[in-house]
């Protein structure tokens, strides 16, 4: 079955912390995966994804096929990353299958 | 920059009652999307939609929804008879390649509230 597992609701970091928000999947194939972020009041938008190998807002994600996994990490956190993250994968027929997701609040 | 535009922003309806969701996607768009996130829950895949046929749907997409492209621009959702679980955020999405390899954009979404 086609699963992705946020295992955080609430992520709550000072200002300058380092960040981790999990994301574990479960696939069959070979996945294509993507964080989404939600700021507040604001659309879903595509923040990475794990084809491209870039950083986006300081934020990078590295695949670990081994353990299936696609966490999002940030060396220094700001305000202004405080939002509702979305830990996505690629099904077949191009549709999004998403994690619960996790809030991530960061503070001053 | 272009955008994904939703209308309704927000629908309150009696049940058993028709909604249309309407949605204009990014006009050099080739794929489009519904999505819904229940209150407190994850966002769910309802239908894609390509070459303006049907490509994939889940099991939540059951008779009492359509979707329809009527004039090359909208792109809507009809639930026919609506039911108090149908209360949801309803995201349409579109992308210029399939999603598997496309950036999916999204519009801000329409609240339905199902009386």
């Given at each position: 079955a086609q699963r992705v597992t946020q295992p955080e609701k609430l992520l709550s970091v000072f200002k300058g912390a380092p960040v981790e928000l999990k994301c574990n999947y479960s696939y069959s194939g070979s996945p294509e995966l993507f964080w989404y972020v939600q700021y507040s009041r604001q659309r879903l938008q595509l923040l990475l994804r794990h084809i491209s190998r870039e950083s986006i807002k300081g934020f990078t994600a590295d695949l670990n096929k081994g353990e299936t996994s696609f966490h999002l990490k940030k060396p220094f956190a700001q305000e202004e990353d405080s939002a509702m993250y979305y830990c996505a994968l690629s099904g077949a027929g191009g549709k999004l299958i998403f994690g619960q997701g996790t809030e991530l609040s960061v503070k001053p | 920059e272009p955008e994904v535009t939703q209308t309704p922003s927000h629908q309150v309806t009696q049940m058993g009652q028709e909604v249309i969701l309407r949605c204009v996607p990014i006009?050099?768009?080739l794929y489009f999307y519904w999505y819904r996130q229940i209150l407190g829950q994850k966002v769910e895949f309802l239908v894609s939609f390509y070459n303006n046929e049907i490509s994939e749907k889940s099991e939540?997409?059951?008779?009492q929804f359509s979707v329809e492209r009527?004039?090359?621009?909208n792109f809507t959702l009809k639930i026919r008879s609506t039911k108090l679980e149908d209360s949801a955020m309803y995201f349409c999405a579109s992308s210029e390649l399939s999603g598997e390899i496309g950036e999916l954009f999204f519009g801000e979404g329409s609240r339905l509230t199902v009386l």
């Open positions: - | 006009s050099n768009h939540i997409f059951d008779d009527p004039d090359g621009s």
